[in-house]
């Protein structure tokens, strides 16, 4: 399954996800559809950041769209909400940017950490290792913090699952088995806070469905549309506010 189809299928997801929210103005079943699509967004952001030729521009790029989808977010979310927060432009770019400060602050405890090599083993004692591995998520946990402050959507929960799928990028059975475990965090949470319903089976499962297609990726790229995900986001939320208010 390639990069491309792994964005169509997402993109099919948002579409009957929000078409649901203009619709029925609340919970409907097209919601369920609509878990799938933020997970393989999530992916996709991670393996751009490998791939990217320049993390710059790219980060840039999700800001700019970020601010320009901003407004049709506000309008499309005004049909069904009264507060609705930061569109997911801003989450993918918080996940990016966590990825960044994950690998800068790496590099900088990696060569504090070689002046702390056994001379006799040319190794590092667990302690060293450990200590590293939590100053390294530092800068993650407070983009996390930043992304809940800001009310950015999915909060930290959606830039948390970012970094996770490059963290483990390595191991699939490492990845999949902590995106079920923040799924069923998420989840709890909610139903902790006095929300509890059946339905969130439901969500729990189509929210963790998407690892299945994104485990069947092939690391190939397939059709290229790179702007085609950035300009359908704010265009569709658009036409859906017109059409629906």
């Known amino acids: 399954m390639t990069s491309f189809v792994l964005k169509i299928i997402a993109m099919i997801s948002m579409l009957f996800d929000h078409l649901g929210d203009a619709i029925f103005k609340g919970f409907n079943s097209f919601n369920y559809i609509g878990r799938i ?4 967004f999530a992916f996709q952001i991670s393996e751009g950041y490998i791939h990217t030729k320049s993390v710059k521009k790219y980060l840039l790029r999700l800001i700019i769209f970020a601010i320009i ?4 977010f506000m309008l499309f979310s005004s049909l069904f909400s009264e507060n609705p927060g930061l569109n997911i432009f801003f989450t993918l770019a918080l996940g990016l940017l966590s990825m960044i400060s994950y690998d800068f602050m790496h590099k900088k405890t990696s060569k504090k950490l070689k ?3 056994d001379k006799n083993t040319n190794k590092l004692s ?4 450990f200590l590293q591995n939590i100053v390294d998520l530092i800068p993650v946990v407070i983009l996390c913090i930043i992304g809940e402050f800001l ?3 999915y909060g930290w929960w959606g830039v948390l699952v970012i970094f996770s799928f490059y963290f483990f990028k390595n191991d699939k059975l490492a990845m999949t088995i902590t995106f079920i475990t923040l799924c069923i965090i998420k989840y709890c949470l909610q ?3 006095g929300r509890f319903s059946y339905l969130y ?7 963790i469905l998407p690892i299945t297609f994104i485990n069947f990726y092939n690391g190939k790229q397939g059709k290229k549309i790179k702007y085609l995900l950035y300009l359908f986001y704010p265009i569709h939320l658009l036409i859906l506010y017109f059409i629906f208010r």
Do not use: E, H, R, W
Request: with cysteine; glycine share 8%.
């Open 126 to 129: 667990i302690g060293y290792l």
């Open 37 to 40: 699509a933020f997970p393989i």
């Open 201 to 207: 089976i439901g969500l729990i499962v189509c929210t």
């Open 115 to 117: 002046s702390k090599i």
């Open 69 to 72: 989808s901003q407004v049709p």
């Open 191 to 193: 139903m902790l806070q």
């Open 151 to 153: 009310n950015v959507d």
